[in-house]
């Protein structure tokens, strides 16, 4: 059966997800933001994680070599962050929307939960890169509800 991408990609958006915004700082020290669905967990011992990036993103050859980088889980008022670093050429991070973590990647205020990831390995995965990240820390916000994603809208859990 041929499948028709515009077909398939309806039908993965049948599965809800969160919403992330994948964080660096590139070599020319500029921190970074990538809002992504794609994330997922894969190893609880050794701490693994999973996220994959499009082989075409403009931004590629940072997030797909970046050592040290952050997945930040959004909540329902990050709204306006995910459109904003879901656009093209426009992946600068303001700086009133993260702080620094303890192992230099930049953490998204008031996210869900940030995960601090050493890339652990990358894994060719057709039009994206597959990337795994070994979790060096986390930090949890208390309270919040979080940002869904469901058939190409966001939702919330109400
Ligand atoms: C809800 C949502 C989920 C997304 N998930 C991913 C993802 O998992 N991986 C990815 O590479 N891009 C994802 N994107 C697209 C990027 O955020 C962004 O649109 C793209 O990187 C822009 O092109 P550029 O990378 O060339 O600047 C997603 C966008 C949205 C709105």
Same mark, same amino acid.
């Given at each position: 059966?041929?499948? /028709?991408?515009?077909?398939?990609?309806?039908?993965?958006?049948? =599965?809800?997800?969160?919403?992330?915004?994948?964080?660096?700082?590139?070599?020319?020290?500029?921190?970074?933001?990538?809002?992504?669905?794609?994330?997922?967990?894969?190893?609880?011992?050794?701490?693994?994680v999973?996220?994959?990036?499009?082989?075409?993103? +403009?931004? @590629? +050859?940072?997030?797909?070599?970046?050592? @040290?980088y952050a997945i930040?889980?959004?909540?329902?008022?990050?709204?306006? !962050?995910?459109?904003? @670093?879901?656009?093209?050429?426009? !992946?600068?991070?303001?700086?009133? !929307? =993260?702080?620094?973590?303890?192992?230099?990647?930049?953490?998204?205020?008031?996210?869900?939960?940030?995960f601090e990831c050493e890339l $652990?390995?990358? $894994?060719?995965?057709? /039009? !994206?890169?597959?990337?795994?990240g070994r979790v060096t820390?986390?930090?949890?916000?208390?309270?919040?509800?979080?940002?869904? =994603?469901?058939?190409?809208? @966001?939702?919330?859990?109400?």
């Amino acid at each position: 059966m041929d499948i /028709d991408s515009r077909a398939l990609r309806n039908a993965l958006g049948r =599965f809800a997800t969160g919403v992330c915004v994948i964080s660096t700082v590139s070599e020319k020290g500029e921190p970074l933001g990538l809002t992504a669905n794609s994330f997922a967990s894969v190893s609880l011992d050794p701490p693994l994680v999973l996220w994959s990036l499009q082989n075409n993103s +403009d931004v @590629y +050859d940072i997030f797909s070599s970046a050592r @040290y980088y952050a997945i930040n889980v959004l909540a329902t008022d990050h709204l306006e !962050h995910s459109n904003r @670093y879901a656009k093209k050429g426009d !992946h600068l991070l303001d700086p009133g !929307h =993260f702080r620094s973590g303890k192992f230099g990647a930049p953490l998204v205020e008031d996210a869900l939960v940030s995960f601090e990831c050493e890339l $652990h390995a990358t $894994h060719e995965g057709g /039009d !994206h890169l597959i990337i795994v990240g070994r979790v060096t820390d986390m930090q949890a916000r208390e309270d919040g509800e979080p940002l869904l =994603f469901y058939s190409g809208s @966001y939702r919330n859990l109400a």
